[in-house]
């Protein structure tokens, strides 16, 4: 029986369920950051929600509300895939500290680029946080493939 | 060995099947829903589309269309992270009465969301649903970082 | 005890690993995939992007990046909901063979969609490739149900 399980038993396991839900919790709190600048900017996406406002609609588009939104849907493009690719990455059983390490570096990057695109930091930082996010995910892939076959 | 398994065995996971494959199924159905939309207003995304129906490109954005879309987004941004933060609550092993309210007030307030958002119920209608959805997330995560360590 | 358990000693999990393994790799390739295209027709998503390359915005939308981004968001919108629906049904425990078959279905449609999508192939072929998949996760959702309650 491999031991390589989906349960807290399993060291790489509870690891993986810690750094999941940090990235997780980290996109699901864009939502709110976007909502918080839409009130702001009284920027919203439906009638009903300017009738509430009692406001009408000014522009269509405010360049702080599209930035949050665009970090939002990296997030999405990035975010959901590594849970995804990690729950298979942990079933085909990867060495303890490895696979640690790659959490964490996948979880710091995906932090760093939200602070470095909120921020407007000056390019390359955003490219190389989306970039080391995206050889962790290959390097996942890599070991799955390694370990299964079609 | 704890028996919080990802397994139709351990009673909490079997809810969490089912409760996922409802608002799964609910988040592929807006895909064919915006289709129906396209079709009936022909408004369509690529060039391709309009040479089938032999049709000219006549507005690029219908308000209905759009709202179908943004429904479609919503639940992407929604359901997705919680069928995965769902996964890894199932796994810190929660107490069932509890983990199967959180499992149907998430759904229950998802297929409100939707009904609310597509037939342009009043605000705040539309944001209380989606709040209900982001409390019942952050009970998750709250257990699931109380039984984790980084 | 059920068999159907998320593990590699499981064959339907074993299978399972791979394909989706496969459409998530697709799928996180489309980030780069659009990124190629933005530098090489230099439009890009925000203000810090022309900085860097020293150039001036030009037009805001260009038809090829249009195209691989749809194409992007089509793969998060039914490639991340078959990984998670693909899940649950490795739980509820199918038949071997019935599952192999719909995950290659899966696999093989979206691969043919990206093809079809991104060289501009003529309808209805991208509407057979996506429907398809959402025959696919279709039949997985009624095992599901079929094997689980509320």
């Known amino acids: ?23 997780l ?6 939502s709110l950051w976007t909502s918080r600048h839409r009130i702001a900017k009284n920027v919203h996406t439906s ?7 009692g406001s009408k609609p000014s522009v269509s588009l405010d360049p702080h509300v599209e930035r949050v939104r665009r970090c939002h849907l990296n997030d999405l493009e990035n975010v959901l895939p590594f849970v995804l ?3 298979l990455f942990v079933l ?12 964490r570096l996948f979880t710091g990057s995906r932090i760093l680029h939200t602070l ?4 407007e930091v000056p390019q390359p930082a955003r490219a190389l946080c989306f970039g080391a996010g995206q050889v962790v995910m290959g ?7 390694s370990k299964t076959s079609f």
Do not use: H, Q
């Open 85 to 87: 690719i990690g729950l």
């Open 139 to 145: 390097l996942m892939i890599w070991e799955i493939f």
């Open 92 to 103: 085909v059983g990867p060495e303890y500290s490895y696979a640690v390490l790659l959490f």
């Open 47 to 53: 009638p009903e929600d300017y009738r509430m406002t």
């Open 1 to 23: 029986m491999s031991d390589a399980t989906l349960s807290v038993d399993n060291p790489v396991c509870a690891k993986f369920v810690f750094y999941a839900a940090v990235v």
């Open 116 to 119: 470095v695109y909120l921020n």
């Open 25 to 30: 919790l980290k996109t699901t709190l864009m």
